[in-house]
Nanobody, 123 residues
Framework: VQLVESGGGLVQAGGSLRLSCAAS????????VGWFRQAPGKEREFVAA????????YYSDSVKGRFTISRDYAKNAVYLQMNSLKPEDTAAYYC?????????????????WGQGTQVTVSS
């Protein structure tokens, strides 16, 4: 499966962005999907994940209550709605898919990765 992220950009603190992850190549509905981010000089970190069924979602403590992950099976896409953005949210954001239903926080459990989209939050 091929993943392409979009929707990144420059936004002021307190603003919102919606990232999209478009999938092609295989039936996306059978994959759990996660969003990760990596800031310069830092390790890649888990942001959010959603089960293949869409029934359960998971968030890191740093984004819980501000970010929402969702998926649209008809469009073969997963979204990350980001509200109340903070300068510390600045990073390259990646979506990833893994074979199977369970959404996990460990990046090495994901089989497919997109190229990333940059999010920059100014103070």
């Amino acid at each position: 499966v091929q993943l392409v992220e979009s929707g990144g950009g420059l936004v002021q603190a307190g603003g919102s962005l919606r990232l999209s992850c478009a999938a092609s190549g295989r039936t996306f509905s059978s994959y759990a999907v996660g969003w990760f981010r990596q800031a310069p000089g830092k390790e890649r970190e888990f942001v959010a994940a959603i089960r293949s069924s869409g029934g359960n979602t998971y968030y890191s403590d740093s984004v819980k209550g501000r970010f929402t992950i969702s998926r649209d099976y008809a469009k073969n896409a997963v979204y990350l709605q980001m509200n109340s953005l903070k300068p510390e949210d600045t990073a390259a954001y990646y979506c990833a898919a893994r074979t199977g239903s369970a959404a996990v926080v460990l990046s090495d459990r994901y089989d497919y990765w997109g190229q990333g989209t940059q999010v920059t939050v100014s103070s």
